[in-house]
C-alpha cells in the first residue's frame, strides 16, 4: 500500500445530493438578499430624502434609519457567505421591513397611502423565507395589523382609519 494516495471525494453531478442542494439554495439566499436591499435603498433612500424636504422629519429619520441599516446588512452579505448568517441576515431584513410598514400605518394620513406598503410585504416574506416560514411571517404581521388598527387604544396617529377602510384593508391582506 506504499505510494496509495487518498483521493478527495469527487462533487457529485447527482442534482438531488444534499451537498449540491446546500449551496444551490445558499446561492438563491444571497442573490435574493442582495437583490432585495438592491431594489429597495434606492426606493427608502428617495423617500427619505423627500420626507426631509417636505420637514415631516419623524419620517424622514425613520426611513433613512432603515436605508443605512439595510446597507450595513448589504455589506454583511458581501462579507460573510455562510448559510446560517444568511438566513437571520434575511430575518433581519423581514423584521425590519415588517417594522417599517407597521410604522407607515401608525402614521398614516386621511389619503391611507403609506399604508398600501403593507401589499409588498407577504410577496417578499414568501419569496425569501420560503412557503412555510413566509406563512407564519405574514400571518404574525397580518395580525399585527388587525391589532393596530382593531385594537384597543389609539395608536393610529393621524387620526383614525374609517370602518369601510379598515374592513376591506384586513379582508384584502387575509
Not at 431594489?39 to 427608502?44: K, R, Y
Not at 401589499?119 to 404581521?141: D, H, K, Q, S
Request: net charge positive; with cysteine; hydrophobic share 50%.
Amino acid at each position: 500500500m506504499q505510494g496509495a494516495s487518498v483521493q478527495p471525494a469527487a462533487r457529485s453531478d447527482d442534482p438531488h445530493d444534499t451537498g449540491d442542494l446546500m449551496r444551490i439554495e445558499t446561492d438563491r439566499k444571497i442573490r435574493l438578499v442582495r437583490n432585495l436591499i438592491w431594489c429597495a435603498w434606492p426606493v427608502f433612500l428617495y423617500f427619505s430624502i423627500h420626507s426631509f424636504l417636505l420637514k415631516n422629519f419623524l419620517i424622514g429619520c425613520v426611513t433613512s434609519s432603515f436605508t443605512c441599516i439595510i446597507t450595513i446588512l448589504y455589506v454583511f452579505t458581501r462579507v460573510f457567505t455562510r448559510p446560517l448568517l444568511l438566513t437571520w441576515a434575511l430575518r433581519v431584513f423581514m423584521l425590519l421591513l415588517a417594522t417599517l410598514f407597521l410604522f407607515y400605518i401608525i402614521i398614516s394620513d386621511d389619503h391611507y397611502g403609506m399604508t398600501l406598503w403593507s401589499y409588498t410585504f407577504p410577496l417578499v416574506v414568501f419569496f425569501g423565507m420560503g412557503p412555510r416560514e413566509g406563512l407564519i411571517w405574514a400571518t404574525c404581521y397580518w395580525i399585527l395589523q388587525l391589532l393596530l388598527l382593531y385594537g384597543p387604544g389609539v395608536v393610529i396617529l393621524n387620526g383614525d382609519f374609517g370602518a369601510p377602510f379598515k374592513l376591506r384593508f384586513v379582508v384584502s391582506h387575509a
